[in-house]
């Protein structure tokens, strides 16, 4: 009963886009915290085994300066946020679609070393990314979980041949979901993962059909790059964590250049294809959007100023 009028109370208080308890994250017990509390938002029931999971998940994210815990709770409470805003939206969803929706946002970036697609391939390391599962990995586990390989004929057409990232965090949170015996839709968890390789960005962005699984994929694209829609501290933090995990970092003098010509060609049509269903949604995202923007344009002049 006091759980139900808990989770009635959370519902009623609006999530913001804009800020949330970014600098509360400092443990595990925090993120654990702050990852059921944000999973009541969909309605879904929390159920005793996912306790162990988000455990699981947590430790296998490395202590890197980006692609990290911290990164991968923003992404969920983006993500989720995005669906609690489409209310209609949400009710159409079946509770294994808004699952498979929340465990791809948590499990998007597993085990990520730190390294980019193209510096994997330039530094030859592909050989420290699996993407297959290999059978005594599994002692001890029922067979049925061990001898599905048609997931991975689906691996292989959802995701680009260099995509190497994608191919192993799918890889790794398949063998975890299946460790865990959790119930997932196994297709649309892997195309929601794969879609975050940019370098099928275009391709997602030029596709005329949208239904659910496209606004999804839409929502978790969104939330995996669209931290700009953050306070600026929470953004900024988060720049110029991803700029230190860099094999070769930029001049700090040239991150607004870049990180106003990422927003412009990446998030901001994201940002703008949500207005085909959710105009208030979408006109909150900009306006938080542009107010960013307008700190890096004057950043950006700034350096131009003196560095003349």
């Known amino acids: 009963m006091l759980f139900t009028l808990f989770r009635r109370c959370l519902r009623s208080k609006p999530i913001s886009f804009n800020d949330y308890e970014y600098h509360e994250i400092l443990t595990i017990y925090d993120w654990e915290r702050c990852v059921k509390k944000y999973f009541t938002y969909t309605n879904l029931p929390w159920l005793s085994k996912y306790n162990a999971l988000i455990k699981d998940i947590y430790e296998l994210y490395n202590d890197i300066p980006f692609h990290n815990q911290k990164h991968v709770y923003d992404v969920f409470q983006l993500g989720v946020c995005l669906l609690v805003h489409n209310r209609d939206f949400l009710k159409s969803l079946t509770d294994t679609q808004k699952f498979t929706y929340c465990i791809a946002l948590l499990c998007h970036d597993l085990d990520h070393k730190g390294q980019t697609n193209a510096e994997i391939k330039e530094q030859g390391n592909i050989h420290e990314y699996d993407y297959e599962y290999k059978e005594d990995e599994f002692y001890g586990l029922d067979r049925e979980y061990v001898q599905r390989q048609s997931s991975y004929e689906s691996l292989s057409s959802l995701c680009s041949a260099s995509s190497y990232n994608e191919r192993h965090h799918i890889t790794c949170a398949n063998r975890l979901l299946r460790k865990h015996k959790i119930t997932y839709d196994e297709e649309l968890f892997m195309k929601l993962i794969s879609y975050t390789d940019l370098v099928v960005h275009n391709t997602f962005m030029n596709n005329k059909k949208f239904e659910e699984e496209e606004i999804l994929v839409l929502f978790m694209k969104l939330a995996d790059i669209g931290h700009i829609v953050r306070k600026w501290d929470i953004h900024l ?10 094999h070769i970092p930029l001049d700090p003098k040239l991150l607004p250049e870049d990180t106003l010509w990422f927003n412009n060609n990446f998030v901001l049509p994201l940002i703008e294809k949500t207005k085909e269903f959710n105009e208030t ?6 306006h938080y959007y542009n107010i960013n923007v307008d700190k890096w344009e004057n950043i950006k002049e700034t350096v131009i100023k003196t560095s003349s």
């Open 237 to 246: 933090d988060f720049v110029t964590a991803l700029n230190r995990e860099r």
């Open 281 to 286: 949604m979408y006109n909150d995202m900009l």
